[in-house]
């Protein structure tokens, strides 16, 4: 049985086979994704050359810190790598747990290839396990909030252990949505939840990705 860091090894390394010298790469955040840059990094070495955009910090830190060359000024990506917190058969995702969904989001939707890595454990026929994640605008969120539990949902503004509000790279707060059932239609929660003002990104990923690679506890990864 492989562990749970062998697992992200293996995914990245088979994603790594998708990229070739002279491409955008969009690059998404996690840990899956930092298993990623690491194996990048040994590529890099061996003569492999291509322009990134990161959709955190932490991965553009990182990116940078091996020498790979990020340019948020790109306006297309010839694949996107990133990881997600739930995947379902129509390979609709919920991402964000991470906290990097909007910038995810905005570097998925101008990528021509989205591959997306996970683990088996994150697999499931409807979406359910896994929160909706809403970035909201500091400004009002009280009211925010208020309005997605008019919607019917039920969540948790995101604090640390300190009882602090996290604030994403982009200067905003997060709000996890519980589902108390599976999500039958992911886009329509999307559109009512992105009807709101103060919701400026959801974490639900729809018609957006083209490949998952799912590493399995007996070391092989599929496609699907
Ligand atoms: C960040 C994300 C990540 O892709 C997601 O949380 C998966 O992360 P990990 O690879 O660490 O399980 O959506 O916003």
């Keep these: 049985m492989n562990s749970s860091d062998q697992i992200k090894k293996n995914v990245a390394k088979k994603a790594l086979e998708y990229i070739h010298t002279g491409q955008t790469v969009g690059i998404g955040s996690g840990t899956t994704v930092q298993a990623f840059i690491h194996l990048l990094k040994e590529k890099i070495d061996q003569g ?53 969904l909007f910038r995810e989001k905005i570097i998925a939707t101008m990528s021509k290839q989205v591959i997306i890595c996970v683990d088996e454990s994150k697999r499931s026929l409807k979406l359910h396990k896994a929160p909706i ?6 400004f ?11 919607l019917g949902y039920r ?20 709000f996890d949505i519980k589902l108390k059932d599976v999500l039958d239609d992911p886009k329509k ?4 939840l992105k009807h709101i003002p103060g919701v400026l990104e959801t974490g639900i990923f729809f018609n957006i990705v083209n490949k998952v690679l799912v590493g399995l506890k007996e070391g092989q990864v599929i496609e699907i």
């Design 48 to 100: 492999l050359r291509i322009t990134t955009i990161a959709a955190s910090l932490e991965s553009e830190k990182l990116l940078k810190s091996y020498g790979i060359s990020v340019d948020d000024t790109i306006t297309s990506c010839d694949l996107y790598i990133d990881g997600a917190d739930e995947i379902d058969e129509d390979k609709n995702c919920l991402k964000g747990l991470g906290r990097a």
């Design 155 to 174: 969540g948790k503004l995101r604090c640390d252990e300190n009882h602090q509000k996290i604030v994403t790279d982009n200067g905003n707060y997060l």
């Design 133 to 138: 994640v809403c970035e909201i605008l500091p």
């Design 140 to 150: 009002g969120f009280h009211a925010t909030i208020k309005l997605i539990e008019k």
């Design 189 to 192: 929660a999307h559109l009512a």
